[in-house]
């Protein structure tokens, strides 16, 4: 892996940590911003293992897109768990891209 993607999937997720734990300093429109960058990056490693990037309904990024959309409207709570959610999700993500597994899904057929 391209050492420039893992400083900022390191980044990205230092980032997220760092803003659970303080989610009382940080206003609702830093805490979007945050959200909608795990996103990307979320995004980016579904890319590069071959999984698909959306397409249930109970797909995480869907939770993470309404507090984004949302945030101002949430709990200090709800948003703390996003922010791990995603900070989660992204190392998970990192771990199956580092290793080289690549993913390769086939349609179900009835």
């Known amino acids: 892996m391209n050492m420039n993607l ?3 999937i390191t980044a990205c997720v230092s980032e997220l940590v760092r803003a659970a734990n303080e989610v009382e300093r940080l206003n609702a429109f830093t805490i979007s911003r945050l959200i909608e960058w795990a996103i990307v990056t979320i995004q980016d490693l579904h890319e590069s293992a071959g ?3 959306e397409g249930t ?3 995480a990024l869907l939770g993470l897109r ?3 959309d949302n945030a101002e409207q949430l709990s200090q709570a ?3 768990d996003a922010l791990r959610s995603a900070a989660d999700m992204i190392r998970t993500l990192y771990i199956v891209v580092d290793s080289g597994v690549y993913i390769s899904l086939k349609p179900v057929v009835d």
């Open 6 to 8: 893992m400083n900022g």
């Open 51 to 53: 999984m698909p990037g």
């Open 57 to 59: 309904e109970r797909d």
């Open 66 to 68: 309404h507090v984004a």
């Open 78 to 80: 709800d948003m703390v």
